[in-house]
T-cell receptor, first 112, second 116 residues
Framework: RKEVEQDPGPFNVPEGATVAFNCTYSNSASQSFFWYRQDCRKEPKLLMS?????NEDGRFTAQLNRASQYISLLIRDSKLSDSATYLC?????????????WGAGTKLIIKP | DTEVTQTPKHLVMGMTNKKSLKCEQH?????MYWYKQKAKKPPELMFV???????INESVPSRFSPECPNSSLLNLHLHALQPEDSALYLC???????????????FGEGSWLTVV
């Protein structure tokens, strides 16, 4: 089992729709969780950190479920500009350092 | 706009060349990173510098040689690379190496490397 798993997609979604995707992680001791977005041929950019209580930033909502070891990202009222690859990142303690484990990404395509 | 600056943005080099990738940040971050990313794959960690000292080397071949001249600069020296080393090389920084909710990693725009 991979340490961090994501559905690679692509998710083809009409503009204005709501879309959600999950990311599962295997290390139950993982401490911090993030969603990054990466546009084609660009660098990854932090979208949001994921907190235990869940958090919302505009149209984006992130949730953490420690019991089932997954995080989720919900995008409401999707825009064409939301088309990107969404990377799940999990920070786990390894050899006294927190290291980031990256999922392979979920590709999202918003269609007009 | 990213506050991590990388140069050059594009580099084409032969297998016998020696070149360097450069990275600079002025956010006062004390951890800096080199990642390698191939198409349709997530970034792979290569090196981590913490307080200007190499703290993590993910078994990277010696043809890649990192250098941290000071807390704001990070270089990656390249020598005798192979075509399979062609990739996007991303520099990143964070406030510290221990990642917490307030200690996220910020990436530069990357250097596209092609080895011919």
């Amino acid at each position: 089992r991979k340490e961090v798993e994501q559905d690679p997609g692509p998710f083809n979604v009409p503009e204005g729709a709501t879309v959600a995707f999950n990311c599962t992680y295997s290390n139950s001791a993982s401490q911090s969780f993030f969603w990054y977005r990466q546009d084609c041929r660009k660098e990854p950019k932090l979208l949001m950190s994921v907190y235990s209580s869940g958090n919302e930033d505009g149209r984006f909502t992130a949730q953490l479920n420690r019991a089932s070891q997954y995080i989720s990202l919900l995008i409401r009222d999707s825009k064409l500009s939301d088309s990107a690859t969404y990377l799940c990142v999990v920070a786990s303690l390894m050899d006294s350092n927190y290291q980031l484990i990256w999922g392979a990404g979920t590709k999202l395509i918003i269609k007009p | 706009d990213t506050e991590v600056t990388q140069t050059p943005k594009h580099l084409v080099m032969g297998m016998t060349n020696k070149k360097s990738l450069k990275c600079e940040q002025h956010m006062g971050h004390r951890a800096m990173y080199w990642y390698k990313q191939k198409a349709k794959k997530p970034p792979e960690l290569m090196f981590v510098y913490s307080y200007e000292k190499l703290s993590i080397n993910e078994s990277v071949p010696s043809r890649f040689s990192p250098e941290c001249p000071n807390s704001s600069l990070l270089n990656l020296h390249l020598h005798a690379l192979q075509p399979e080393d062609s990739a996007l090389y991303l520099c990143a920084s964070s406030l510290g190496t221990f990642t917490s909710s307030g200690n996220t990693i910020y990436f530069g725009e990357g250097s596209w490397l092609t080895v011919v």
